[in-house]
């Protein structure tokens, strides 16, 4: 008996275009509104806090960037006061992408 030859399927693939990795650090590296908090002290007392929004990564180097950017704003201020400035122990705030 001879079997008939089947014929083999045919596999056709769509034109794939050469992806760009490139801008994937992009996407991972997204850009948002952090508020980091700092506070002056004054002999384990807290004088007063303040906080300062910037636009930065999404990551802890940006939350840390926030806070420093906050004690620096109220810097001149506690001292004056006598005060220390120094980071808040708070977590960051983080707001829409920028």
């Known amino acids: 008996m ?5 014929a083999q399927p045919v596999i056709r693939f769509a034109s794939i275009s050469k992806i760009d990795i490139s801008d994937a650090g992009v996407i991972a590296s997204a850009k948002k ?3 980091g908090m700092a506070r002056c ?6 004088l007063f806090t ?3 929004t910037i ?3 999404d990551n802890h180097d940006g939350c840390t960037a926030a806070k420093v950017a ?9 001292s004056n ?8 122990t708070s977590s960051c705030s ?3 992408k920028c």
């Open 2 to 6: 001879i079997l008939p030859i089947q």
């Open 33 to 35: 509104l952090v508020t």
């Open 41 to 46: 002290t004054k002999g384990g007392s807290l």
């Open 50 to 52: 303040g906080s300062q």
């Open 55 to 57: 636009c930065t990564q």
């Open 70 to 78: 906050a004690v620096n704003s109220i810097a001149t201020e506690c």
């Open 81 to 88: 006061q006598g005060g220390v400035p120094q980071q808040s």
């Open 94 to 96: 983080y707001g829409a």
